[in-house]
């Protein structure tokens, strides 16, 4: 079995510019998870997801500091200005994830299921020459299970 026979292909899609209370009230109001993010052009640039927007109501934890005798070593400084920059966050821009695990329509789901356990990411945009053709999750996993179409 293939992702383009359980991946769900009529994809809510948002803009990089899109406001936060926006985001917040579509994921409300379609009952999703997350979106694939894309420009004005359909290329996809990342995903957002709901804990992008937990994240603003997240205490900031300060970095690590090891004195030296040579100065000070801050460890942790990059997370600690990722959190900041989400925290403050505006737009979808600021708080989508970049790096993000995508899937071909070819892909088998059993390879899929592996990755999303290794991997631990469980909403996965399916990918076709830089556009979005539809999304993975584990939700469509599980469906495909109960009704007895894998395993």
Known sequence: MKVKDIMTKDVITVNPSMDLHQLAKLLIGENISGAPVVNDEGKFLGVVLEE??????????????????????????????????KIAATKVEDIM??????????????D????????????????EEGKVVGVITKKDIVRTIVRGDIW
């Open 97 to 110: 994830e970049k790096d993000v695990v995508t899937f071909s329509a070819d892909t088998s789901v059993e």
């Open 112 to 127: 899929v299921a592996t990755i999303m356990v290794e991997k631990k990411v469980y909403y996965c945009p399916v990918v």
């Open 52 to 85: 992008g927007l937990i994240f603003q109501d997240k205490k900031v934890h300060l970095p690590t500091v090891i004195t030296l005798s040579m100065g000070f070593l801050t460890l942790g400084m990059h997370k600690f200005k990722e959190e900041i920059k």
